[in-house]
C-alpha cells in the first residue's frame, strides 16, 4: 500500500516490528560535551521507540477540536499498515461552527485473514474489549519539544515530552495502538484478534459529540453485543479512576437598553442585569448542602462552580445592551434535574422579573468506574469525559486510565515523560488481559 506523504516517515520506526524496539533503559543521557547535542540524543530515544515515535507523529499534527482530519489521516494510515480494518463515521459539524471541514471518528480492529487460527467470518467482529481515547485537543496548538530535568543523572524514562496533546489525549491514542499491536505480535498472549478493537473519536473537549454520534450509530448496535469491557483513555496519573464528577452547565443571556455612559439613566447595562446572578452561582460551591448549596460528597468532595465566559457591551463608553456568561458546575453528587433547580432558584431571587434568560446543557451526575484489577492505585478525578456519552449494556466494565496528569493539561506547560508512557503501555496490557478473562 502506498502511504500518503504525512504518514510515511512517521511509520518507519514501525515497519520493522510491532513489538517495542529494545533500547537500554535507565542509562543516563548522553551531554553535549560527548560530542552530540542533547537535542539530538533525545529525538534517538524517541525515534528508537515505535510507541515514542508514534506519540511524536501524532503530537507535530495540530488537532483543535474540529480540526482533527489531518491527525485522523495520519492514524488510518498507520492502522492500515498494520493490518487493521478501518470504519470511519462522518461527524457533523457543531451547531455553534460554521465549519465545512470533514470530521471523522475512527474505530479499526485487526484483519483477522491476517492471523492464523483466527476466525474469518466476512462480518464485523464483536469485540469482547474496546480501547477509546478522542483524538481532538482544546486550543491553542503548542509545538511538540523534548528536554531534561535539572539533575545530574537523567535517565531515558525522565525526558520531558511537551506540547498539546502529549497528554491530553495523545498519549492515551499511541498507547493504546502500541498495546494492541505488542499484544497481537506476542504468540504467548493468545490472543484472539476478533476479541479488540479500538475507537478514537473527535469533540470530545467540546459537546462530546464524536461519541454521541457513535452511541446512536448502527455500527455500534452491531458490534457490542460481547463487549466485556470499554477501557478509555484520559490522564489519570498511571492509576485507575474510580470515579470523576458530574458536570452541569448554564449560560445566562440579558438583553439591556444602549445609552450614551455620560447619560446611564437613560439606558439599562445588560452586564448590571447579569453579574448579581454571576456572584450568587459563584459561591454556591461554598454554601453548605443542607442550606441550599451545591452537592458534596465523601468520595468526590465539594462541587465546584466556574464563571468560565462572560461577555458584554461593546465600548467603555456606552451603556452595554447585551450581555452573556457560561458557568460550569463540577457535581459530587446529586442528579441533574436537583441542581437545575437549586441553579434556576438562585438566579431567581436575584432576577425576580426572570429577566434573565437560561439556557441548560450538557448535564450528568457523578459517573462511578470499575476498579477491580489488582496492581493499580486509584484515583478520583474532576473532569468530564466520554464515559457518559456512550450508552452501555449492563454487566459491562468500564475502565478509565492513561499517562500523565491533569494537571498540566490544557496548559502552556502540558507534557509527560517517557517513563509515563512506558509504564502505561505496560498498564495497558495488563488491562487488556485482565478484561478477557472477565
Known sequence: MKLP??????????CASNALIPVEGQQPI???ASGASSH??????????????????ICEIESVSNNELAVGKLIISILEAHNFTIKTQSVPPPHATNSSKPRYNIYAYPDVSKYEGASTEAAIPSPKVLLSSHIDTVPPHIPYSLSLPNKKKSSRKDILISGRGTVDDKACVAVQIQTLLDLLADPDTKLDPSDVALLFVVGEEQTGDGMKHFSASDLYEDTNSDYKAILFGEPTEGKLAAGHKGIFMVSIKAQGKAAHSGYPWLGRSANSMILPALVVLDGLGDIPEDVGGLPRSKKYGKSTVNVGY???????????????????FRLAGGNVDDVKELVTQAIRDVDPDEELELEFSQGYGPVSLDVDVQGFDTITVNYGTDIPNLKVNEGVKRYLYGPGSILVAHGKNEGLTVGDLEEALDGYKKLVMHSLKL
Not at 461593546?314 to 452573556?324: I, K, M, W
Open 310 to 328: 462572560m461577555q458584554g457591551g461593546v465600548a467603555g463608553n456606552v451603556v452595554p445592551e447585551y450581555a452573556t456568561a457560561d458557568v460550569t
Open 40 to 57: 539530538e540524543n533525545l529525538s534517538d530515544v524517541i525515534a528508537a521507540s515505535p510507541l515514542l515515535s508514534l506519540h511524536r507523529a
Open 5 to 14: 506523504w504525512f504518514a510515511a516517515a512517521a511509520l518507519l520506526p514501525f
Open 30 to 32: 548522553q551531554s553535549p
